[in-house]
């Protein structure tokens, strides 16, 4: 996707940033922000009460707002608040309500990594030695709010931003209008909303809120005659739900393949799994799992559904759409270029990070099928030297080419933001060696070879830990499944020194 340029093309006067999400990318973020000490005021908005973002498990509970059959609008609104008892006694001795807000989050039950400890961590925190080499979301939200300790000062929690709009100035002076307003109880709706005016906003509210369920034919007399039937992996929580049931998953990524995996062990079988193409991530051929091609027609006469390959399967009793989420921002209506149309990709982006008319607004971990993490942490450095001026970005006409380039070799669709390996490896090998143009530049994100030679090598450590069933509770590095890289450097003399740099 070629280098970056660094021509100079403007002087950022930022002094105040509000950043939108307190999960891994919002936390990452102000903490490089921070080490410009280059910034008068950092705020954090988060709309739950804890940090973590999509990494918090929400409760079983009936679908939220966004979700809709066939669900092909990624215009979904605001996110609202799922209110459930609350347990804090502070609140009944203060006399306010008993109610808690949560927000839907796609985690379930039994959710594992599918990327080892040793590649998913940020570069200066480790996850506890003890904690299994594909850690639990338990474990990996603990370890979230561990890492947020030394920023929590700047987060205000509980307060939902509703809109971002740019406001007028002098030329090259821009100030953006962030509107907020307290999550709030039934019984006060009348909180009021409240303005403050930054210099710059990074928007880290993820991309895992708006599901994607598509337009197949027949589909939605298939859900009115069939109600609850249909549902999207967003909302999936534990196999128990399914079980005996004759279940089709359709899609095989990460999340597809795992919850599959976890239903086929209870359903009536075999699972029938529906997928376009072969999965990298896939391990193999399953007695309890039966791979189809994708679904062409809903048949509802019969609750059945029929495959590109002509196969009719009847009587279904759960269909799982594990296919993906819209990128959606409704603070963000008024911009104009907009960012979404489709709400396949993110657009008018350079570097997949700044809005190229005002690069003040920035957004962190767009990408998919990457490391989140030291992403994450690759770009906030970036950003925080952009706009401390220790970093230059080229003009507005090379930002638009180097868009203009990569949808000409992606598409223009949902593969634009999809950087497999090894592309995730060079784009944040592109990050952290433009980071480091700027002066006293520490090599917070520099990993070495050995990071990207797991990085190559993570679907089949996954495969392993695995095959290990109950027994990879107990495993605790790479090492043990037989994957060690100091032994293949020595058995490949010479070969580590090509690998790339990663982080």
Known sequence: MGSISTEAARHFNVKSIAIIGAGPSGVAAAKYLRAENAFNRITIFEQRSTTGGTWNLTPSHPKDSFFNIPNTNPNAGLDKPIWQHSDSAWKSLNGESNEEAIFMSPLYERLETNIPRTLMRFSDFDFPVDAQLFPTHETVTKYL???????????????????????????????????????????????????????????????????????????????????????????????????????????????????????????????????????????????????????????????????????????????????????SFPFLQSLDPPLTSTGERTENLYRHIFYRPCPTLVFLTLLQKIIPFPLAEAQAAAVARVWSNRLRLPDEQSMREWEEGVARERGRGKEFHVLSFPRDADYINDLHDWSLQADETEEAQSKGPKQYWLRERFPAIKKAFAERGEGRRDVRSVEELGFDFERWSKQNSGKSDDLLRWG
């Open 145 to 327: 709010d561990d890492y947020a300790e030394d920023v929590k000062d700047m987060i205000v929690f509980g307060v939902q931003v509703t809109d971002v709009r740019l406001v007028g100035g002098e030329e090259r002076s821009e100030k953006w209008r962030v509107k907020t307003k307290p999550v709030v109880s039934h019984g006060n709706r009348d909180a009021e909303e409240k303005e403050e005016v930054f210099d710059a906003v990074v928007v880290a509210n993820g991309h895992y809120n708006v599901p994607y369920v598509p337009d197949i034919k027949g589909i939605g007399e298939w859900d009115r005659r069939h109600p609850g039937v249909i549902s999207h992996s967003k909302y999936y929580r534990r196999p128990d739900e399914f079980k005996a049931k004759k279940v089709v998953v359709v899609g095989n990524s990460a999340s597809g393949l795992d919850i599959g995996s976890q239903i086929a062990q209870v359903c009536h079988p075999p699972l029938l799994q529906s997928q376009r193409s072969e999965s990298y991530l896939s391990p193999g051929p399953s007695p309890l799992k039966l791979e189809l091609p994708e679904i062409t027609e809903f048949l509802s006469d019969s609750r059945a559904v029929r495959f590109a390959n002509g196969r009719i399967e009847r009587d279904i009793d759960a269909i799982l759409f594990c296919t993906g989420y819209f990128y």
